[in-house]
């Protein structure tokens, strides 16, 4: 059932500019943990207290002037199966920070290398209800790519238009009372939920707090 969501913002335009500003300000350096916006239990500070450590990328792709973001919909035969993520996974021994490891993810997955992507900065701690603690890091992605979905890891890479993320209205609220409820974006076939969702609309409240008082 759809419920009347809670979250409600004013929308922004979308622009390489509106990025830079944003991690360029004093809000982008607190880096305060982002919330988890779905009606649900909180997490623990004992799941918070042994959290792995886990880092995405949040590709961000500039095409003359127009953004998207970047999503991939996971295998059917790992775990989270069919879940729409953003690339990532946890720190391994060769990474040098979790930066290092989320554009390490980024290519093993899809064939993003690095020198594609600028770190234009990084967005609060997420914890997830699973035991996860995932550091975002939002990279602007320069064309051309040669993108390609490794085939034990990602079923098909999924571009959203990046002004759908920054309108309140793409969310959508849906459970059986407002006590148990969980937000969603649609994209066609794709259904955007869980933590992913969680972090796209993370970093649309962090973008919304760098901008001037009207």
Same mark, same amino acid.
């Given at each position: 059932?759809?419920?009347?969501?809670?979250?409600?913002?004013? &929308? $922004? =335009?979308?622009?390489?500019?509106?990025?830079?500003?944003?991690? &360029?300000?004093?809000?982008?350096?607190?880096?305060?943990?982002?919330?988890?916006?779905?009606? @649900?239990?909180?997490?623990?500070?004992?799941?918070?207290?042994?959290?792995?450590?886990?880092?995405?990328?949040?590709?961000?792709?500039?095409?003359?002037?127009?953004?998207?973001?970047?999503?991939?919909?996971?295998?059917?035969?790992?775990?989270?199966?069919?879940? =729409?993520?953003?690339?990532?996974?946890?720190?391994?021994?060769?990474?040098?920070?979790?930066?290092?490891?989320?554009?390490?993810?980024? @290519? @093993?997955?899809?064939?993003?290398?690095?020198?594609?992507?600028?770190?234009?900065?990084?967005?609060?701690? *997420?914890?997830?209800?699973?035991? *996860?603690?995932?550091?975002?890091?939002?990279?602007?992605?320069?064309?051309? $790519?040669?993108?390609?979905?490794?085939?034990?890891?990602?079923?098909? =890479?999924? @571009?959203?238009?990046?002004?759908?993320?920054?309108?309140?209205? &793409? *969310?959508?609220?849906?459970?059986? &009372?407002?006590?148990?409820?969980?937000?969603?974006? =649609?994209?066609?076939?794709?259904?955007?939920?869980?933590?992913?969702?969680?972090?796209?609309?993370?970093? *649309?409240?962090?973008?919304?707090?760098?901008?001037?008082?009207?």
């Amino acid at each position: 059932m759809q419920l009347k969501s809670d979250f409600s913002h004013p &929308s $922004l =335009i979308p622009s390489v500019t509106l990025l830079r500003d944003h991690f &360029s300000s004093s809000v982008a350096k607190e880096m305060r943990p982002l919330r988890n916006p779905h009606h @649900e239990p909180k997490v623990s500070e004992q799941v918070k207290e042994g959290a792995r450590p886990a880092a995405v990328l949040i590709p961000i792709i500039s095409r003359q002037g127009e953004l998207t973001l970047l999503v991939t919909h996971r295998h059917r035969n790992i775990r989270f199966a069919g879940h =729409i993520c953003f690339p990532g996974g946890g720190c391994e021994d060769g990474d040098e920070s979790m930066e290092h490891a989320a554009l390490r993810e980024a @290519e @093993e997955e899809i064939n993003l290398t690095s020198d594609r992507v600028e770190v234009m900065g990084r967005l609060g701690d *997420y914890y997830t209800q699973t035991g *996860y603690r995932i550091s975002p890091f939002v990279g602007l992605v320069t064309p051309p $790519l040669g993108l390609k979905a490794h085939p034990d890891e990602v079923e098909e =890479i999924i @571009e959203i238009p990046f002004g759908k993320v920054l309108r309140s209205d &793409s *969310y959508q609220l849906v459970g059986h &009372s407002n006590e148990r409820a969980h937000f969603s974006l =649609i994209r066609d076939r794709a259904r955007v939920a869980g933590p992913t969702v969680s972090i796209m609309m993370g970093l *649309y409240e962090e973008l919304l707090r760098s901008r001037p008082a009207t």
